[in-house]
């Protein structure tokens, strides 16, 4: 069984930083591209980065230049740097694999306000 957890969010004022982390089981994850999500009240799931499984990376406009997204395939666990936050990046954040089908962690808040 795929599981996913996410860790890492919380309160953060505007400018701020915060690193998203998600450590994933039951799966080979070395071979899997890897993806964070984030969903805002009445919105749909919105796709924010992606990492290949040979490390390539791409991120949505809104977002690029102050996220990165990596993995460490040791420890099985994708990460999302965030820095210079907005308000307008609160929303819970989901990792998720797509291997028979999508999988998704439980996802973490991240509010950003001061």
């Known amino acids: 069984q795929v599981q996913l957890v996410e860790s890492g969010g919380g309160l953060v004022q505007p400018g701020g930083s915060l690193r998203l982390s998600c450590a994933v089981s039951?799966?080979?994850?070395?071979?899997?591209?890897m993806n964070w999500y984030r969903q805002t009240p009445g919105a749909q799931r919105e796709l924010v980065a992606t990492?290949?499984?040979?490390?390539?990376?791409n991120y949505a406009d809104s977002v690029k230049g102050r996220f990165t997204i990596s993995r460490d395939n040791a420890k099985k666990t994708v990460y999302l740097q965030m820095n210079s936050l907005k308000p307008e990046d609160t929303a819970v954040y989901y990792c998720n694999v797509k291997v028979s089908k999508d999988y998704w962690g439980q996802g973490t808040q991240v509010t950003v306000s001061s």
């Open positions: 990492i290949t499984n040979r490390g390539a990376t």
């Open positions: 039951g799966t080979l994850f070395s071979i899997y591209s």
